[in-house]
């Protein structure tokens, strides 16, 4: 087999595997079998195993002795440095993109942040973050600089595993979120500096992770959270 097929093949296979990670069909600490997995595609294990390595070198699978490669499950640790990552580009990212954010754009991110409204009340936290990333997405998609847009990709893709899990810890943090897109969208849409939309963007993304934080460890976030609400 060519390496120019066994290159084409790996992308479906990637393509494939990454799909259902992100949808969660395969949930964190899912086997991955080489072998059904080709099966499946109707292909050999060579470029199943490829599209494996580069989901490894993006921290979506781990390798296990004896058992194999498994949908990685994101510790807590992984959870805050790629939340303060993600912060930190898609900021940037928001701020570079909000000159170039069309009317359209903004009717568009308006709409889903309407429908993530109207789930509060019958809250669904893996449709709720679905409409959150395409949120985000249209806001920052217009960034002149691919590399940063390929580095949110990553990010986003890092959190997969845990970011429903997130949001139903923390059941007050979705209704305080969608306000806060809310500012986002103003925002942008009166024309303010770039700088101030992407500390806006970046402190919306950092909320979210003290209140995860804050609901996993109440008894040492107590007087952190207080200080914020002060400053705030």
Known sequence: ???????????????????R????????GYRLVLGSIADELQMSVVPVREAIRRLEAEHLVTFEKNVGARVSVV???QYIYTMQT???LEGYATGLAAPHVTADDLARATKVNERMHRLLDHFDAHAYTQLNQQFHSILFAPCPNPHILDLVDRAWSRLAGLRDTSFSLIPGRPQHSVEEHDQILDLIRDGADPVEIELLTRTHRMRTLDAFLAARHPDTHDTDTDTDSEAS
């Open 1 to 19: 087999m060519s390496d120019t097929l066994i290159g084409s093949k790996s992308q479906v296979a990637y393509d494939w595997i990454r799909e």
């Open 21 to 28: 990670i992100a949808r969660h069909e395969f949930s964190p």
């Open 86 to 88: 993600l912060g930190l």
């Open 75 to 77: 510790d807590e640790d």
